[in-house]
Antibody
Framework: QVQLQESGPGLVKPSETLSLTCTVS????????WNWIRQPPGKGLEWIGY???????KYNPSLKSRVTISVDTSKNQFSLKLSSVSAADTAVYYC????????WGQGTTVTVSS | QSVLTQPPSASGTPGQRVAISCSGS????????VHWYQQLPGTAPKLLIY???QRPSGVPDRFSGSKSGTSASLAISGLQSEDEANYYC???????????FGGGTKLTVL
């Protein structure tokens, strides 16, 4: 059974870069595509982008200028970098599998604060 | 403001049937399939319905989905207290070239 686990710093300073990694276990990353989604406190879900194992990506147009998603097939991991963060980027960040988003990580809380 | 529109809240009593709507446009629901997610308090979202009306293994048949034109609906019959959660719809948007979600509906079981 495939499981996803997000990891990374829980606190990021304004204007710096947020970096998170999602580790895929129980299955290969060499299938499906892999998403990042976030949820600000008390708010709804926002799709950030996805990556295929081949490395091709799609990003939310509203975040595209600040987002980079990469994949490391040797480690069965994919990563998110979000640059120039502000308080508005404070959220729970989730990784999820595929177009149906049928498997989700537990989420990791990232707070942007000095 | 979300691309897909859901009512912010819904409620029902145990045993009742409730429906949650999700309204979109030709570029998303009108031309692509809809998925529904259940988010229990303090947990990650869980896929509840995919491809408009398909239930993943383990999801009770009390949950059903439908789609017509640019709108979709999630129905829950035989409402139970454990169904109290936030529900989100999602669809691919051809204009935005990305996934869009509804704003979420908080279901309260009275």
């Amino acid at each position: 059974q495939v499981q996803l686990q997000e990891s990374g710093p829980g606190l990021v300073k304004p204007s710096e870069t947020l970096s998170l990694t999602c580790t895929v276990s129980g299955g290969s990353i060499r299938s499906y595509y892999w998403n990042w989604i976030r949820q600000p406190p008390g708010k709804g879900l926002e799709w950030i982008g996805y990556i295929y194992y081949s490395g091709s990506t799609k990003y939310n147009p509203s975040l595209k200028s600040r987002v980079t998603i990469s994949v490391d097939t040797s480690k069965n991991q994919f990563s998110l970098k979000l640059s120039s963060v502000s308080a508005a980027d404070t959220a729970v960040y989730y990784c999820a599998r595929g177009g149906g988003m049928d498997v989700w990580g537990q989420g990791t809380t990232v707070t942007v604060s000095s | 403001q979300s691309v897909l529109t859901q009512p912010p809240s819904a409620s029902g009593t145990p045993g009742q049937r409730v429906a949650i709507s999700c309204s979109g446009s030709n570029s998303n629901i009108g031309s692509n399939t809809v998925h529904w997610y259940q988010q229990l308090p303090g947990t990650a979202p869980k896929l509840l319905i995919y491809t408009n009306n398909q239930r993943p293994s383990g999801v009770p048949d009390r949950f059903s989905g439908s789609k017509s034109g640019t709108s979709a609906s999630l129905a829950i019959s035989g409402l139970q207290s454990e169904d109290e959660a936030n529900y989100y719809c999602a669809a691919w948007d051809d204009s935005l070239n990305g996934w869009v979600f509804g704003g979420g509906t908080k279901l309260t079981v009275l």
